[in-house]
């Protein structure tokens, strides 16, 4: 386990009961924990602010897959970006609309890169970027 | 003042050497003042999602005011709302362009409405609605 | 193929010359991709901000897979809400860390509650929802 | 006037349905206006993603002006950046809260340096910043 340490936030009560209230409805078993997610959330945005941290993308889109030959091409973007798409999940969402998501790792600004082109492939109706940690610089 | 309370967070040593890194380049002078700020941040995040809680949202919005009769319809489009846009701010960003601010407040549902209608006029560049707290539920 | 339809757009010569090399730098190989996507973003954020309508949500979250007992408590958790899950991706990012991504579907704000109370779970280090399409409404 | 150009897009019926109807909501008075917007709105939001371009911010915040120094610090603030900080509109929300606009103008960098040094000082219970363009460059 890392090492912990413990330290004292003074606060309004009532500022206390509004957050305690918004976490019970989060579903958190405690303060800490739900102090713990705030703090990382704030590093891993200030973190996707910068081009050159390594971070994790995940890359989510949604196609049709009857349109001509676009499988072969979101097959074909991937493996030229091998070294960085390192996964990928696909649904069938019905009998034509599939959601594809892409796991992506390098740095933020190569990360947008790979997201933007191929957002912008002819045939992807919507598709976003989630950036997040590899997980190695937060505990 | 209000009613101050304390408690106490347990968090990994490492994660709270981040967190003191992050808030002393943001100015912050403790970590308690830091931790409202991300639940307050939280607070206000949540309250935004809801349609039908009062909140104050500024509307931000550049425009060019040699565009023909477009200072009269804003000027009218400001006063048809005269009960939730509360003020506006003008200031001269070169020879053409204009930047204002406006102040409404209401429901965030009529908020969002009167910022979509301001920003869809025909010469208005580009606009932003912020969402806040009308700070008299937030301590 | 869907049927098609043409119309014009009257835009000033400089904007859509910073457009044109806006899309060319995202790789886009025309306009009508570049605005129809531009127009399906839109639509799909709209839609976002309502709490009833269908969508898909991927939420993507990190976490130590040392932590005891976390990833019976995810799987349990993804088996409570087996109707609305329906699809994960597992990484492994080192030896510790792991990236999931859930793809669910249902209503947004059923969506988000999902996405809540699994980002809340302790030993969850990030975690965050995208929202999209099913596809099914949006050609 | 600006120099004009006329283009055609190609799109789905249904798609553009979908989007007239959207955009009849937002009380646009016709599609260029429209698509003009979301081209704008796109160009703004990449120029933010830089930190070295020109831009215009608001920062939105609320406070008490009751807590003790509040006031001549936050003067005081602005008067030290007063080569960004360019002017500031204040709302007297009720007896005690005051919402306060300030239009910031240099790189974004600098400017979300400004912003996340205000937010930051006790006392000031909410702030956001929006970045916009300086209209010179965006037609």
Redesign the interface.
Known sequence: M???????????????E??DQ??A????????????????????D?AAEHDEGEM?G?V?????HHVRQLTDILTEFQHQNYGAV????H?H??A????E?L?V?GKSGEIRRIA??L????G?????L?L????????
């Not at 989510?60 to 049709?64: D, I, K, L």
């Not at 390192?86 to 999940?89: P, T």
């Open positions: 890392a090492d912990l340490t413990r330290f004292g936030v003074s606060i309004q009560t009532r500022l206390l509004q957050f918004l976490i409805q989060k579903g958190y078993v405690n303060r800490s924990e739900a102090i713990r997610d705030l703090i990382r959330g704030e590093l891993v200030v994790v995940t989510t889109f949604v196609y049709n390192i996964a990928s999940l649904v969402l019905d034509e609309n599939c959601l998501v796991v790792r933007d082109k957002i912008g492939i002819k992807v109706k919507h598709g976003k989630t997040t940690t590899t997980g190695s610089d937060l505990t």
